[in-house]
């Protein structure tokens, strides 16, 4: 059974960095992409940033100041999160295993993260 856990939400202040971090259990995702994704309330869930084994894409909101990086030997992603906004509020998911690029959609999800910067 593949389950995905994140971990490193929390509380900030504006400008503050944080990393979050989700470890993958049930089998492997090294040749696989994992991403992440955020839901603000009242809004509908969007894609924050993915990594492949070459590189990574990011939404438009948070290129320059987020960065997702993987460690394959621990099954592992992470996203590090620099200068906060109050609009980077959200619950924060982890995902891995792309099934459609044009959609974002993955196959498997975390159970998420809040993420609250404060101003």
């Known amino acids: 059974q593949v389950q995905l856990v994140e971990s490193g939400g929390g509380l900030v202040q504006v400008g503050d960095s944080l990393s979050l971090s989700c470890t993958a259990s049930?089998?492997?995702?090294?040749?696989?992409?994992m991403g992440w994704f955020r839901q603000a309330p009242g809004k509908t869930r969007e894609f924050v940033a993915a990594?492949?084994?070459?590189?990574?894409i990011y939404a438009d909101s948070v290129r320059g100041r987020f960065a997702i990086t993987r460690d394959n030997a621990k099954n592992t992603v992470y996203l590090r999160m620099a200068s906060l906004k109050p609009d980077d509020t959200a619950v924060y998911y982890c995902?891995?295993?792309?099934?459609?690029?044009?959609?974002?959609?993955?196959?498997?999800w975390g159970q998420g993260t809040q993420v609250t910067v404060s101003s």
């Open positions: 990594a492949f084994w070459n590189g990574a």
């Open positions: 049930g089998r492997s995702f090294s040749s696989n992409y």
């Open positions: 995902a891995a295993d792309l099934i459609d690029r044009s959609a974002w959609s993955f196959r498997f």
